[in-house]
């Protein structure tokens, strides 16, 4: 009986880790987030994302990922996004990324912590991801308080788009 009931344990141990492994948010390309020193996002704090892109023949979309907590008293947080492909110049992009709206907070949130993963597009006319090789963006709050005050991580995530 002994025996059974170590084979059960295992069994359902194995399958539990099954669900685990395949049940998980597969980060497609390249996710990255930084945390703010001491939850104050200050201006000249610009942190870099940097990563390769191999397959040009497909589309991409890019997201801003922050964290803060519920004493955050904006609905949105504006950034100069800095982006440089393979061989090209930097172009600066103005962003204004909504948090919340009426009924609250649009991100998930635990206890009194919210993250917020807000998808954009960049002009295709000055921006894109055509060739293979290296691209870096830098974040730059430009919000009127400096420094920015609860904001716990900020990131970028990049995933191919599915149809």
Not at 123 to 143: H, V, W
Request: glycine share 4%; proline share 6%; aromatic share 16%.
């Amino acid at each position: 009986m002994t025996v059974f009931k170590k084979f059960y344990g295992l069994r359902y141990l194995l399958l539990a880790t099954c669900y685990l492994l395949f049940s998980c948010d597969h980060i497609n390309l390249y996710e990255k987030v930084v945390p703010v020193p001491k939850h104050q996002w200050q201006s000249n704090f610009k942190p870099e994302f940097t990563f390769n892109i191999k397959d040009t023949a497909v589309p991409y979309q890019l997201y801003f990922i922050v964290r803060h907590n519920n004493q955050y008293k904006y609905n949105n947080v504006w950034v100069n996004l800095y982006a440089k492909g393979p061989a090209d110049t930097v172009h600066k992009f103005v962003l204004e990324l909504p948090l919340a709206n009426k009924e609250g907070w649009l991100g998930s949130g635990i206890d009194d912590v919210f993250e917020h993963r807000v998808g954009f597009v960049l002009d295709p006319q000055k921006f894109n991801f055509a060739r293979a090789g290296e691209y870096r963006f830098t974040l730059e709050q430009i919000m009127r308080d400096d420094p920015l005050s609860n904001i716990m991580d900020v990131g970028l995530r990049l995933e191919k788009k599915t149809p």
